[in-house]
């Protein structure tokens, strides 16, 4: 008994210690600069346009305002992180967390929407790490072409990851996170040797040319753990979750949820229960439709409420 509970004591431990080590570390604040430091332009169906603005400033007070050379598949912004003037610093980040994370901005008022067709946009990511080569799994939701939108709520239950102007009207912000933690154990390059890059892709509707949008904060972080039902990694628990499970329904193993299950036997039925019971958890910003899923039936609030009610009377005999 008293062994079994000093491995619980350091199995305690050992995940604060993680959690501890896990600090958020800027790679991209761009002030007063647009590339440099490592940051460069890929240039793919470019060349791009990058300057420096106030629009999107969430990490001191200017953001870099990209403008790609054309409204279709282009790869853009980029850096590599050896040539980062906080390499060491940001080596660390990297392997201490498990997502890389970017605030974006777009103003719908700057988009020129053609009248027809697809009005809006998404954002991708493409690793090239001289271990694990090019455009392993990334995100969620790979195209036919490998590539995959992020770990984000953008009010399309049925195309995660992705910006319209129905949904996003005006100035909006969005924290765009991908998780790159199954690419950790293929890491063979260091803080000053091999190279670790991360390339931003664009891909617009049917808008006329030019259209931009801002980044700032650019950062390794580590979300936080333990929200039930959130199968995206947004830190909400919504319709876009159980477009993740729909899509993920029979998977062995949970770590394409999020690994936000009940931990048991995959990708299961249970884990839609799991997700209808948390629906609402820690609501973010993000419109839903109300058709888009079915939302959790009263009849599950109501035995919440009674198991609540019964923990209450058991508390107060």
Do not use: C
């Not at 332009?41 to 990209?66: C, L, M, R």
């Not at 700057?110 to 455009?135: I, K, S, V």
């Not at 997700?275 to 039936?297: I, N, Q, R, Y």
């Amino acid at each position: 008994m008293r062994s079994s509970f000093i491995v619980a004591a350091l199995i305690v431990l050992m995940a604060s210690s993680r959690d501890a080590m896990a600090v958020d570390v800027v790679i991209g604040s761009f002030e007063g600069t647009t590339l440099s430091g490592g940051w460069k332009d890929w240039g793919y169906n470019g060349p791009h346009e990058f300057e420096n603005s106030t629009t999107g400033a969430t990490h001191g007070s200017q953001s870099i305002k990209v403008t790609p050379g054309t409204l279709g598949f282009a790869q853009s912004l980029t850096f590599k992180l050896q040539d980062l003037p906080n390499n060491v610093e940001a080596y660390n980040g990297f392997v201490s967390n498990t997502h890389i994370a970017y605030d974006v901005t777009w103003n719908a008022a700057e988009w020129n929407f053609l009248g027809d067709g697809w009005n809006g946009a998404r954002l991708m990511l493409t690793y090239n790490e001289q271990g694990a080569g090019w455009d392993p799994a990334f995100g969620i939701n790979p195209d036919g072409n490998g590539f995959t939108q992020p770990n984000l709520d953008t009010g399309n239950p049925t195309n995660q990851g992705f910006w319209d102007l129905t949904n996003y009207p005006g100035v909006h912000t969005r924290t765009m996170s991908w998780d790159y933690s199954h690419l950790l154990p293929l890491l063979t390059s260091n803080a000053t040797g091999g190279w670790l890059e991360m390339i931003l892709e664009t891909n617009f509707g049917n808008f006329a040319w030019p259209a931009s949008i801002y980044i700032d904060n650019v950062r390794f972080t580590t979300p936080p753990a333990g929200l039930q039902g959130d199968y995206n990694g947004d830190d909400v628990v919504d319709a876009a979750d159980y477009t993740v499970w729909r899509d993920n329904l029979g998977v062995a193993d949970e770590s394409s949820i999020n690994n936000n299950g009940d931990g048991l036997n995959g990708v299961d039925a249970a884990d839609y229960d799991l997700w209808k019971s948390s629906f609402g958890a820690m609501p973010g910003s993000g419109s839903l439709s109300a058709a888009a899923v079915p939302e959790p039936g009263t009849w599950l609030l109501g035995s919440i409420a009674i198991g609540w009610l019964g923990t209450l009377r058991r508390r107060a005999d």
